[in-house]
């Protein structure tokens, strides 16, 4: 509830800063360097706080995210980000299976240090299937503890505590993860 209540109140004035540059831009204003960065900062804001709407807000699964939501919100914030996305699902999710998705990609993020891509597709058995590419792409261990075994209160902080809730997550609907090491080619897999 927290989650979505931040999300909720940050939305809005993030909404209207892209406007007013938006405003500026078709009222003729010359556009600059400061322009262009005011509004590629609050674009890419308004795709993160969007991103952590679905991944930490307030779930109800009978609700159901459509694809293109998903694909426009990983590619604002891949434009000037060192991580691209590959959402490759085409069909619309339901909401907690998209959180699940977004919890786990967000995971994956933390093991591509010097950036890289993380594509995401799902069997026929609805199982999640993810991988992260990159230079120097590694699996921290005491994260991918964290992912099996759950959160240890005493390595639990901001910057982890995606493992924490997704393992919670996923133990809440008896699914169980399976984590891929580093491959030859800098790539780790993610399967739940």
């Known amino acids: ?34 322009m262009d960065l005011i ?6 804001a ?8 679905l991944a930490y807000g307030m779930s109800g699964s009978d609700h159901a995210i459509a694809a293109p939501e998903i694909i426009d919100i990983l590619s604002a914030m891949s434009r000037n980000g060192r991580i691209s996305y590959d959402w ?4 619309d999710v339901s909401r907690g299976e998209a959180r699940l ?9 933390t093991v ?4 890289g891509r993380i594509t995401v597709s799902r069997g026929h058995d609805g199982a999640w299937h993810m991988q992260a590419e990159g230079p ?11 992912l099996r075994d759950g959160p ?15 393992a919670g997550l996923l133990r809440g609907t008896g699914r169980e993860p399976v984590l891929g090491g580093v491959a030859t080619g800098g790539a780790v897999t993610l399967r739940l």
């Open 88 to 91: 490759q699902l085409r069909d």
């Open 39 to 44: 509004g590629d900062s609050a674009a890419s």
């Open 1 to 34: 509830m927290i989650g979505s209540r931040i999300c909720h109140d940050l939305i809005s004035p993030i909404g209207a800063i892209m406007n007013g540059v938006e405003m500026a831009q078709l009222s003729g204003a010359a556009s600059s360097q400061e």
């Open 152 to 166: 240890d209160a005493a390595g639990l902080c901001a910057a982890n505590v995606q493992f924490a809730m997704l």
């Open 101 to 109: 998705a977004l919890l786990a990609m967000q995971c994956l993020e």
């Open 46 to 53: 308004s795709a993160r706080i969007r991103f952590f709407r």
């Open 136 to 146: 120097e792409a590694r699996v921290a261990a005491d994260l991918a503890d964290m």
């Open 112 to 115: 591509l240090p010097r950036g």
